[in-house]
């Protein structure tokens, strides 16, 4: 019998994906506005035109949407190869709306991903990215007490509406809640016959084993 899926942690918010985690490859394709700084050879008929001729280059100056991955593949400072543009959900007019309030958005429609995606862009080095770092950070923080109180209130709900304006991230955290509060009460009822270590614990306790024989 095959042993089950365990869910591998993002790595999204750190410098880099981890490309073991299935949130991680699907955050990686969302598109990124870019413009190419430098004539790209042979891309012309795969970018503008399936007719033209295969040597084409792609002009300077071409404004694509690329994947995240790609984007930050080709992205060099020194090289110039091509600049990003901020997509618009990071902008400052967006950055207004979450300061003042940011419990209003829709943060899954306007991209699953948001947090992750967002801490992606700062690796392209821009102006802004201060700002959207304090943004993300503040966005969270007023984001955070809702989803947990949420997720605290709806014992044996449906928690569709709840967690359809949330991120991928947040549905997580949300799920999260929701665990605790059901062990809770199954323990509160008597149905929790035994405490069982976590899994930090138990994770904990094989490195220290296998140190042990190395």
């Known amino acids: 019998m095959s042993e089950a899926y365990f869910r ?41 035109d399936r007719g033209a001729e295969p040597e084409r280059a792609l002009p300077q100056g071409s404004k694509l949407e690329l994947p995240l991955w790609l984007a930050k593949g080709l992205f060099d400072n020194k090289r110039r190869i091509l600049s990003v543009e901020l997509p618009k959900i990071y902008q400052e007019g967006w950055r207004t709306v979450f300061s003042a309030d940011a419990n209003v958005v829709d943060l899954h429609k306007m991209g699953p991903y948001f947090y992750a995606f967002g801490s992606q862009l700062l690796h392209f080095d821009g102006a802004e990215n201060p700002d959207i770092s304090q943004s993300l950070l503040q966005t969270f923080i007023g984001r955070f007490r809702r989803i947990m109180d949420s997720s605290q209130n709806a014992y044996n709900e449906d928690t569709s509406a709840l967690v359809a304006r949330l991120d991928e991230m947040e549905r997580g955290l949300f799920h999260i809640g929701q665990k605790g509060l059901n062990d809770f009460q199954c323990w509160e009822k008597g149905q929790a016959s035994q405490i069982t270590a976590s899994n930090l614990v138990q994770n904990y306790k094989k490195r220290k084993f296998t140190d042990m024989e190395d």
Do not use: W, Y
Not at 16 to 22: I, T
Not at 32 to 46: K, Q, Y
């Open 8 to 48: 591998v942690e993002s790595g999204a918010l750190s410098s880099e994906e981890n490309f073991l985690s299935l949130d991680d490859i699907l955050m990686s394709q969302e598109k990124l506005p870019v413009l190419t700084e430098a004539p790209l050879p042979r891309l012309g008929a795969f970018f503008l």
